[in-house]
């Protein structure tokens, strides 16, 4: 079982960035997949960027078309954490944002842009 630990959400204005952080511990964090999925209100869960645990993956990142080209993920497995650099943040990307390793996920981090 992994635990996961996210930061780094909060207000910003549109067109403004953050940097979300989620902290794994409880297994060797280099050897599985690390994504992010947000959820609005009143909508369902949905995806957002995934990193696949080694770049000889094809497809070693991903993303969903409502953030590709403004969000970033990446991965320090010396540190197990995994990142999300949103840039060019727009009101539509208010969510909470939770990390998720296998079957296994965070409790969310807020972040709300503001018009």
């Known amino acids: 079982q992994v635990q996961l630990v996210e930061s780094g959400g909060g207000l910003v204005q549109a067109g403004g960035s953050l940097r979300l952080s989620c902290a794994a511990s409880g297994r060797t964090f280099s050897t599985y997949d690390m994504a992010w999925y947000r959820q609005a209100p009143g909508k369902e869960r949905e995806f957002v960027a995934r990193?696949?645990?080694?770049?000889?993956?094809?497809?070693?990142?991903s993303y969903s078309d409502a953030v590709k080209g403004r969000f970033t993920i990446s991965r320090d497995n010396a540190k197990n954490t995994v990142y999300l650099e949103m840039n060019s943040l727009k009101p539509e990307d208010t969510a909470i944002y939770y990390c998720?390793?296998?079957?296994?996920w965070g409790q969310g981090t807020q972040v709300t842009v503001s018009s």
């Open positions: 998720n390793a296998e079957t296994s």
């Open positions: 990193i696949r645990w080694s770049d000889r993956w094809s497809g070693y990142k």
